[in-house]
């Protein structure tokens, strides 16, 4: 197989040709990945083309706001930690649910007003490892004196 991969002009290229030969969408998509195997472009992507084609719009260049989301950096979440989540996805111009996701992953929570690293203090983690011992014996207990009856 060549090296050859195509780009989305290409592809999208492809898919007026296979158009204008009458082929379905399913079908192109097929051709597509005959040809090009995972570089071809998913069966719903071809329908989306084709009903564009079908309403006369042959423009295959991406329109405003398509494509790859906006990418920011870590760093940008807290310059202001103050701000509330809807006015971090304001100021970086992504979704309040990509806000939340990366604030997620970072482990960040809310603490009087402010975001700030999840982190257990020492006493809370003294008193987990206590809980846990405490809780333990209790099963063990529990586990023996129901053994004897």
């Known amino acids: ?59 295959i260049e991406d329109e405003d706001g398509s494509g790859r989301p906006k990418i920011y950096e870590d760093a940008e979440l807290e310059k202001d930690s103050s701000q509330t989540q809807k006015e971090l996805a304001l100021t970086l111009e992504v979704t309040q649910q990509v806000v939340s996701r990366r604030l997620r992953s970072l482990k960040m929570i809310r603490k009087q007003g402010n975001w700030v690293l999840y982190e257990l203090k020492p006493r809370d983690v003294e008193r987990r490892l206590c809980m846990r011992e405490m809780l333990l014996a209790r099963h063990k207990k529990s586990f023996t004196s129901n053994r004897h009856c």
């Open 1 to 59: 197989m060549s090296k050859f991969e195509p780009n989305k002009r290409h592809l999208r290229e492809l898919l007026i040709y296979f158009f204008n030969l009458k082929k379905s969408a399913s079908e192109a998509h097929r051709l597509l990945v005959e040809a090009y195997n995972e570089v071809a472009l998913s069966e719903r992507t071809c329908r989306d083309w084709f009903q564009r084609f079908k309403n006369g719009n042959f423009d």
